[in-house]
């Protein structure tokens, strides 16, 4: 299957993840609205969720991936079987002492990730609570985790894409069947959270199944000291060593501006998250899609010492990040409010909150491109299994986030967190792609001037036509709120048209999609 392929069925998968999420995210906000409790939930669910990309998703992934690739490479499927059975055991233990640790330690992180949440003690008190019954969800998704990074190796993208639906629809029936049955209501979620995490473990474990891959999980001390002293374990350790650094990096970011968020008052920590989540839309469909596609067949490429397709398809991913990222970060920017209110403005979800989320989302706007380029630049290096250079430019990245907070909470509140993130994730793009170039590790191909040039004329019609949208009597969504469905007339039709426009001006100029088939 073509990288274009791949990355089209992972991008159609993951648009049905996101629906979903978005609709989970719609009944939270029209069960429990924004206030003290359901920030405590977002602060309860964040720390497994802190904890899962810290060892699971982010670090594991990059040290795992390249090294399953050149396994894979070399044809011993002994020695792959073996290397696959041997780091799913010491996870699968690690994992277990991490949860156990988590759970007594709830009280202390609960109130190092929101210490604001203290002026409330109910509040506190639920995020504790909600925190514990979570904890133990990080062993499931982090083996999801291991089972995609095989599945991905494997060229089988299909169940990793699909399995976050699994959550999604978890929290949602548990929110619609439990709210009004447990106390406080926005407990139902934390329910949601642990089913829909044995629900993906159960997918992607038969997934390995379906291919022969599925680990056997050693419960002998002999097997697991044969595990820990095996040299592709311990070499994937040893570079995971630095990636752990560089997502932490990230990670510790989101603690500060959690913390800081908590000391802003009730519902910044929701608005916040509500933003975060339309900015994530966009950022899953292209970034995610092309991170997961670009990571495996750059290492094959990099084991295959083939530098020219190493670089084709960076090329490829940067150009597809150009020409539908920027069209979507001025959408989101031009139609915060309209969007917002499409999606959380019912029941306990206020006028106030839509106005407070538009904010965020507008500031997250700002800097979608680097976002999403940051997940196409990245597996440039851990292809290379090169994670010093991107640990040294995430560390750099959070002393700057941090700076700018100094600057921009005063000015901007809640807002001023995702503008600084969004400064920042351009500057971490910016300094990847340097790094990729200087290094000559990517060469960008020719034809990228009369490409920027189109999308930049085709980018400023979007604009023109979403500014005199956003200014009509039709589209201003307090006149629309007694109208649900006029409102979703309304924005959709708008989002629509300005995609057609967008599209039919890239043709009109000359743009050809068969020049993206392949990279």
Request: with cysteine; hydrophobic share 60%; aromatic share 10%.
């Given at each position: 299957?073509s990288?274009?392929?791949?990355?089209?069925?992972?991008?159609?998968?993951?648009?049905i993840?996101r629906?979903?999420?978005?609709?989970?995210?719609?009944?939270?906000?029209?069960?429990?609205?924004?206030?003290?409790?359901?920030?405590?939930f977002?602060?309860?669910?964040?720390?497994p969720?802190?904890?899962?990309?810290?060892?699971?998703?982010g670090?594991?992934?990059?040290?795992?991936?390249?090294?399953?690739?050149?396994?894979?490479?070399?044809?011993?499927?002994a020695?792959y079987?073996r290397?696959?059975?041997?780091?799913?055991?010491?996870?699968?233990?690690?994992?277990?002492?991490?949860s156990?640790?988590g759970?007594?330690a709830a009280?202390?992180l609960?109130?190092?990730?929101?210490?604001?949440l203290?002026?409330?003690?109910?509040?506190?008190?639920?995020?504790?609570?909600?925190?514990?019954?979570?904890?133990?969800?990080?062993?499931?998704?982090s083996?999801?985790?291991?089972?995609?990074?095989?599945?991905?190796?494997?060229?089988?993208?299909?169940?990793?894409?699909?399995?976050?639906?699994?959550?999604?629809?978890?929290m949602?029936?548990?929110?619609?069947?439990?709210?009004?049955?447990?106390?406080?209501?926005?407990?139902?979620?934390?329910?949601?959270?642990?089913?829909?995490?044995v629900l993906?473990?159960?997918?992607q474990?038969?997934?390995?199944a379906?291919?022969?891959?599925?680990?056997?999980i050693?419960?002998?001390?002999r097997?697991?000291r044969?595990a820990?002293?095996?040299?592709?374990?311990?070499?994937?350790?040893?570079?995971?060593?630095?990636a752990?650094l560089?997502?932490?990096?990230?990670?510790?970011?989101?603690?500060?501006?959690?913390?800081?968020?908590?000391?802003?008052g009730?519902?910044r920590?929701?608005?916040?998250?509500?933003?975060?989540?339309?900015m994530?839309?966009?950022?899953?469909?292209?970034?995610?899609?092309?991170?997961?596609?670009?990571?495996?067949g750059l290492?094959?490429?990099?084991?295959a010492?083939?530098?020219?397709?190493y670089?084709?398809q960076l090329?490829?991913?940067?150009?597809?990040?150009?020409?539908?990222?920027?069209?979507?970060?001025?959408?989101?920017?031009?139609?915060?409010?309209?969007?917002?209110?499409l999606?959380?403005?019912?029941?306990?979800?206020?006028?106030?909150?839509?106005?407070?989320?538009?904010?965020?989302?507008?500031?997250?706007a700002?800097?979608?491109?680097?976002?999403?380029?940051?997940?196409?630049?990245?597996?440039?290096?851990?292809?290379?299994?090169?994670?010093?250079?991107?640990?040294k430019?995430?560390?750099?990245?959070?002393?700057?986030t941090?700076?700018?907070?100094?600057?921009?909470v005063?000015?901007?509140?809640?807002?001023?967190?995702?503008?600084?993130?969004?400064?920042?994730?351009?500057l971490?793009?910016?300094?990847?792609?340097?790094?990729?170039?200087?290094?000559?590790?990517?060469?960008?191909?020719?034809?990228?001037?009369?490409?920027?040039?189109?999308?930049?004329?085709?980018?400023?019609?979007?604009?023109?036509?979403?500014?005199?949208?956003?200014?009509?009597s039709?589209?201003?969504?307090?006149?629309?709120?007694?109208?649900?469905?006029?409102?979703?007339?309304?924005?959709?039709?708008?989002?629509?048209?300005?995609?057609?426009?967008?599209?039919?001006?890239?043709?009109?100029?000359?743009?050809?999609?068969?020049?993206?088939m392949?990279?």
């Open positions: 299957m990288l274009f392929r791949s990355a089209a069925l992972v991008s159609a998968l993951t648009l993840s629906v979903t999420g978005l609709l989970r995210e719609n009944l939270t906000a029209v069960l429990f609205g924004s206030n003290a409790m359901t920030d405590a977002f602060v309860a669910f964040r720390l969720n802190l904890l899962r990309r810290l060892f699971a998703e670090a594991f992934s990059q040290a795992f991936v390249p090294m399953l690739a050149q396994a894979r490479q070399q044809g011993d499927d020695a079987q290397f696959i059975n041997q780091t799913a055991s010491l996870m699968f233990w690690f994992l277990m002492g991490l156990a640790i759970a007594i009280p202390v609960v109130w190092l990730m929101a210490g604001g203290a002026s409330d003690a109910a509040a506190l008190g639920a995020a504790t609570d909600m925190a514990r019954w979570m904890f133990p969800y990080i062993l499931p998704i083996l999801v985790a291991f089972a995609s990074g095989v599945l991905h190796a494997e060229s089988r993208f299909a169940a990793p894409a699909f399995t976050p639906v699994l959550l999604n629809l978890s949602i029936c548990a929110a619609l069947g439990f709210h009004d049955q447990v106390d406080p209501p926005v407990f139902a979620l934390t329910m949601g959270v642990v089913i829909g995490a993906q473990l159960a997918l474990w038969w997934a390995l379906s291919i022969g891959r599925r680990p056997r050693a419960v002998r001390i097997a697991l044969e820990w002293q095996s040299a592709a374990t311990r070499t994937m350790l040893a570079r995971m060593a630095p752990v560089a997502v932490s990096a990230a990670q510790v970011s989101l603690i500060f501006n959690t913390h800081i968020a908590s000391t802003l009730p519902g920590v929701s608005w916040v998250s509500f933003a975060d989540r339309l994530e839309f966009p950022t899953a469909l292209l970034g995610v899609a092309l991170g997961t596609v670009l990571l495996p290492s094959k490429a990099r084991a010492n083939d530098d020219a397709t670089s084709k090329d490829w991913g940067l150009r597809l990040t150009v020409l539908l990222a920027t069209p979507s970060a001025i959408g989101l920017w031009l139609l915060a409010e309209p969007l917002t209110a999606l959380y403005h019912y029941g306990r979800f206020s006028e106030r909150d839509v106005v407070m989320t538009a904010q965020a989302a507008a500031a997250y700002l800097g979608l491109l680097g976002l999403i380029g940051v997940k196409v630049l990245a597996p440039g290096f851990y292809a290379q299994q090169d994670v010093r250079t991107p640990v430019i995430a560390l750099a990245v959070l002393v700057l941090q700076a700018l907070n100094v600057i921009t005063p000015w901007l509140e809640h807002a001023g967190l995702a503008l600084s993130i969004s400064v920042a994730a351009l971490n793009a910016l300094f990847l792609l340097l790094g990729l170039i200087r290094r000559k590790l990517f060469t960008p191909q020719s034809g990228w001037l009369l490409f920027a040039s189109r999308v930049l004329i085709a980018n400023l019609s979007l604009a023109l036509f979403l500014a005199w949208a956003s200014q009509q039709w589209l201003q969504w307090q006149a629309m709120a007694a109208s649900p469905w006029l409102r979703a007339f309304h924005v959709l039709w708008v989002i629509l048209g300005a995609v057609g426009l967008y599209f039919l001006t890239l043709r009109l100029l000359g743009l050809r999609w068969l020049a993206f392949k990279p």
